[in-house]
């Protein structure tokens, strides 16, 4: 049994163990998706029926390779965040969490670190 | 408050829906969808790495009638998103608590969603010639 009061449970990094860490991250991720996304939907616009040739040229075109960097580390980063409250809420089972909960994580990792090795490869050419 | 006399949350099958629950719960379902839109956003760009072929391959999957579907979606998901994000870090900075107004931002982020994604596919569609 649990001797300390809600109060001394509460206090420092509170019950979660992880203080507002995750709190803030969400929004900070959140905050730079904006023009991120933003930016992005307006060069998927232009890009629109591309051949290849012409993505190629788009993903290396000066400062294009480090914003498609930036958005897609916000992206997974966010998501990975966004998907572990999911996965918190609604799977009760604690073998069922954690194992969805590492799933999630690995896959947002390596999708990530996939698109960013994809975005330099096309960039510094040998595709 | 005793442990045992808190408050419950609503019971989801009787609970009468309402603007707040159901942009809540959309802003949930918008996000589950725009994670599956990144992994595509990841097939996009790993494709271009495998040469014009396989790059072929993906913007025709991408541009049939099912793969427009799926993108017309994403693209409705995005802005709900973004725009009902914009209202949580309204309300993460205390703004915007009365009801009117959770009712006419929420209004707001429809009417914003809905116009952008619209907007964006006749730009698309513009790029194209209507194709």
């Known amino acids: ?127 | 408050m005793a442990a045992q006399n808190r408050p419950l949350s609503p019971h989801l099958q009787i609970y009468k829906k309402q603007i707040t629950s159901v942009m809540s719960i959309l802003h949930r379902m918008t996000g589950i969808a725009l994670m599956f839109g990144a992994v595509v956003l990841s097939y996009w760009l790993i494709s271009a790495t495998y040469g014009p072929e396989s790059f072929q391959t993906a913007q025709a999957m991408l541009g049939s009638w099912f793969g427009r579907l799926v993108l017309f979606g994403l693209t409705f998901s995005l802005f709900y998103h973004l725009g009902n994000g914009v209202r949580h870090l309204g309300w993460d900075f205390g703004m915007g608590f009365e009801l009117s107004q959770v009712r006419s931002t929420g209004i707001a982020v429809v009417v914003f969603s809905v116009v952008l994604t619209l907007l964006t596919w006749f730009a698309g569609y513009a790029m194209i010639g209507g194709a």
């Not at chain 1, 860490?21 to 616009?45: C, K």
């Not at chain 1, 591309?50 to 040229?57: D, L, N, P, S």
């Not at chain 1, 918190?88 to 996939?114: M, N, P, Q, R």
């Open chain 1, 1 to 127: 049994m649990d001797m300390r009061t809600h109060l001394a449970r509460a206090r420092g990094l509170g019950s979660s163990n992880d203080g507002v860490g995750h709190w803030w991250m969400q929004r900070l991720t959140g905050i730079a998706l904006l023009p991120l996304t933003l930016w992005f939907v307006y060069s998927a616009i232009q890009l629109t029926g591309a051949t290849h040739a012409e993505f190629v040229t788009w993903v290396g075109a000066h400062g294009n390779p480090v914003l498609l960097i930036l958005l897609v580390i916000a992206i997974f980063h966010h998501g990975q965040l966004g998907l572990q409250v999911v996965i918190e809420d609604y799977i009760h089972g604690e073998g069922a969490k954690i194992t969805l909960l590492v799933i999630s994580k690995f896959a947002a990792i390596l999708f990530g670190a996939s698109s960013i090795f994809a975005i330099l490869r096309l960039t510094f050419g040998g595709s």
